[in-house]
């Protein structure tokens, strides 16, 4: 199974916007733009939300039959380990394969040993077409990349093994992601890390390094725009250089998660993406659960009302609901308006509040972060949440098609 040149990972919290998420892919392509969808959702979105791997295979089928959508789409098993992939076995066909937590334990000596010994051809300076300055590479650097990453790798090849003894390793598409980790990988550890793969075995289609700067959710990149450009077509050369170098499927992209919303990186990547004809996976997840909340604000009373109790609700509950979410948020809560001011916005102030049009008078990314961080307050209501959704489907659905669009897919791949 390949996977195609571009894709977008949408995740659903609730599950009910499918078709007007795909909506999105249609109009794009109507437009020129081709891009896939890839339906995913983490173990952590499940367990808040309270669904199974299933939901995730059936929203997607019932999404593309009911848009009579005849083009690629999948459906990714979120940053799965070794303890938790199994139930999603028979329902996805991407698995996002997270080893962040090994890196910095050590392999056995051996394993270590033999891995550099392998590589120790390659020290010296190696040109990257695309990197204008050689690589230089020690052999004590790559003993410890090796101490670094190898456990990592290993585990990786675990995963993938249990995987592909199900479900065969030809009908899956598989990505290793070490976004969730301290430091960005460098190129020459990016080099070495798929030298590892490789010689594990693991055809990976794509993989999510760590990149410079932050990656809150929902709102745009913070950090240094030049510094990350750099990274972004460094790591693209790398893979490039690793498909012929070693074997590795020549789909293998870039994965960039938390990319919702990135807007002031859109450019260079896809800038970069277009010179140098590489393809690009972005992975997004709740960025369309705020706009069912934007939705509901704006379909007036008992749709606004809900979505004034959800921040209510979110606002006494910071400390439980930001804590998971820690490195990925950054919220000064003094900016946060009370519960007070909020009960008396209109729809449109709490839309716009909401909406992320950074250059929006009333728009608040405190505010914003908080609420893309609150689902589990709107999972808690249940039926009286999703009953909500239903009867305002019009207005939620035109909000979530418009979000991925216009500020996403025409952005990003346009
Ligand atoms: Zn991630």
Sequence with gaps: MRLERFSMG???????????????????????????????????????????PESVRQEADSAVAARGWNHGYHVDADHIALDTVDPYIPHSDFFTIDVAAFIGQQASPDAIRAFTDKQASRVGRITVPGISEPLEVSAAQITQIAETFLLAVQEAGKIYRRIAEQRGAENCIFEISMDETERPQTPVEMLFILAAVAEEGIPIQTIAPKFTGRFNKG?????DLTKFSQEFEQDLAV??????????PDTLKLSVHSGSDKFSIYGPMR??????????????????????????????????????EVYAQ??????????????VIDIDVSKLPSVETVGEWSGEQFASAL??????????????????????????????YLDALKRNATVVGENVTENILDRHLLRVFG
């Design 314 to 327: 979110a606002y006494g509950r910071f400390d439980e609901l930001a804590a998971p979410y820690a490195n």
């Design 239 to 248: 893979l490039a250089y690793a498909v012929d170098e070693f074997g590795l």
């Design 355 to 384: 909406r992320h049009v950074p250059e929006h008078q009333e728009f608040n990314p405190h505010f914003r972060q908080l609420l893309h961080v609150g689902y589990k307050v709107a999972a808690e209501m249940g039926d009286r």
């Design 271 to 308: 800038e970069a993406v277009h010179k140098t004809g590489a393809g690009l996976h972005l992975k997004t997840a709740g960025t369309t659960w705020l706009e069912e909340l934007i939705g509901l604000a704006l379909s007036g009373n008992d749709g606004l009302a809900l979505a004034k």
């Design 219 to 223: 709102v745009d990149y913070v950090g």
């Design 10 to 52: 949408v995740g659903d919290r609730f599950g009910l916007q499918g078709e007007a998420q795909l909506a999105a892919f249609d109009e794009a392509r109507r437009r020129g733009i081709e891009v896939v969808p890839v339906w995913n959702k983490s173990n952590r979105e499940h367990k808040t939300v309270g669904t199974g």
